[in-house]
């Protein structure tokens, strides 16, 4: 059994307390009763919505070793002052016993993507420890970092926000060697007020960059002069740039697509490699240009970080392709379920404008995107360009800020809309066909995925 800790090293990082657990040793670390690893030791965390404590005894007797609490006692309890305090101690822990380089990736679009081309990258070459779907919050990172094995020679940390410090006090845990921000756009403005604000935030990762490390910084948005400037407020002694823009340090150059591919040379110290990626996108193009120039900065050779990014795949909810029932006649359903803000969506429409439909109509499900704040609407009347560029034949739009799209568009232009995901499912099962192609993309909260999910139960059936 591989032991991330042993029960005394888990009281000596919480300071806390336990009657009868000597010798434990700890294989694995969870939050969620539902999800045990072997030899788990189940934290009792308070969210939102579930208070852990509740689910305690049904870690226990679902084969957890221990739970980590901070109230009751008894057998197989650690007892702390903070479960969620204890986690981050256990974080801490984990980090200071690494030797592992360390990457850290934030950004308004792209983060999930970007850190899973890296860990694609450093997987090729040697143990790798990533973030696994998007662990990015108070919760997630903490909950990822303590699960780091000491033996891994690489770590890729996702960190995300809601708010103004949350990311510093991510970095400060994981404290990266390397950070990446992806992108500033139009995100979470409800919580930040302007993209400045959000620059700034974001900006808050080079709090716990390592002494030595470098930031890696896309320059096609007009928040880089921001960003640099508070690297340099922070003393980041080394700046990567990387993009499409003049003079930065990794440059994408002849970017060109298929329908399910992306192309492009990235010239570097004056030579240029190609890059062939098995998913379409400019936006892709540029996430893998900087998994490409962190790779090096690990220490990757740029011929062995190629290869890997030629097989790269992408996760369910952020661009996943599904060819859906017969050969002759599929339907093609692209998977953007997840998440969506201004800069996503008008990358996921750019990428389906070169999409054709194998023999039917170009259909677009386009759902809220959410936390904008005041300029939710004229955000969202701004997508009109991007949707009548994509060829969409049919449109259908779900969620009550999609009403400003709607007006934009003209409403005879739009084939259905809905307040709700739950009312537009049986719309889009009478109405879509074989040999469409379709791209459902919009804000989680919007509960886009069930629609997705019910799509690929009709038509994958046969």
């Not at 403005?189 to 808050?204: D, P, T, V, W």
């Not at 170009?362 to 609407?377: N, P, R, T, Y």
């Not at 049986?426 to 066909?433: E, K, S, T, V």
Request: glycine share 10%; charged share 20%; hydrophobic share 45%.
């Amino acid at each position: 059994m591989l032991s991330l800790f042993t029960v005394e090293e888990v009281l000596a990082a919480t300071h806390g307390a336990t009657e009868d657990l000597a010798g434990a040793q700890f294989g694995s670390i969870s939050i969620d009763s539902r999800e045990l690893g072997p030899d788990a030791l189940f934290v009792a965390i308070k969210g939102d919505r579930f208070d852990g404590h509740d689910f305690v005894e049904q870690a226990l007797q679902s084969g957890a070793a221990a739970a980590l609490v901070s109230r009751g006692g008894g057998a197989q309890h650690i007892v702390v002052p903070d479960a969620l305090d204890g986690l981050r101690d256990l974080a801490r822990a984990a980090r200071s016993c690494s030797r592992a380089i360390i990457v850290g990736v934030t950004g308004s679009a792209g983060k999930t993507t970007t850190k899973e081309a890296i860990r694609t990258v450093f997987e090729a070459v040697g143990e790798t420890h990533a973030s696994i779907k998007s662990f990015n919050n108070h919760w997630g990172v903490p909950l990822m970092l303590a699960r780091m094995p000491a033996s891994a020679q690489f770590g890729v940390f996702e960190m995300g926000m809601s708010g103004p410090g949350e990311i510093r006090s991510l970095t400060q845990l994981v404290r990266p060697h390397i950070a990446v921000i992806t992108t500033i756009a139009a995100a979470h403005l409800e919580a930040f007020g302007s993209l400045e604000g959000i620059a700034r935030a974001k900006a808050e990762i080079f709090a716990g960059l390592e002494p030595g490390g470098t930031a890696v910084l896309n320059a096609d948005h007009p928040q880089l002069g921001g960003l640099l400037d508070q690297a340099s407020a922070d003393g980041v002694g080394n700046i990567v740039t990387y993009g499409e823009a003049r003079g930065v340090d990794w440059q994408i150059l002849d970017v060109h697509m298929a329908a399910d591919k992306s192309f492009a040379s990235i010239e570097h110290d004056g030579v240029r490699h190609s890059l062939v990626l098995n998913v379409p996108g400019r936006h892709m193009v540029a996430n893998a240009t900087a998994a490409l120039a962190a790779a090096y900065l690990a220490g990757v050779e740029i011929n062995v970080a190629l290869r890997a990014l030629a097989g790269f795949a992408l996760q369910a909810g952020r661009g996943k392709r599904l060819v859906l029932g017969p050969d002759e006649t599929p339907l093609l359903l692209i998977d953007e379920s997840y998440n969506a803000n201004i800069a996503s969506m008008r990358a996921a429409l750019d990428v389906f404008a070169a999409q054709q439909a194998p023999l039917g109509r170009k259909v677009v499900v386009l759902g809220d995107m959410l936390e904008l704040g005041a300029q939710s609407a004229s955000l969202h009347a701004s997508l009109g360009d991007a949707v009548l560029t994509s060829g969409a034949e049919r449109i259908y739009l779900v969620g009550p800020a999609m009403d400003a799209l709607a007006e934009e568009l003209g409403r005879d232009q739009v084939t259905a809309h809905t307040k709700t995901a739950a009312e537009m499912a049986p719309i889009l099962r009478n109405d879509l066909a074989y040999g469409d192609a379709v791209i459902v993309k919009g804000s989680n909260g919007v509960g886009l995925s069930t629609i997705v999910e019910n799509i690929a139960k009709q038509f994958g059936r046969n």
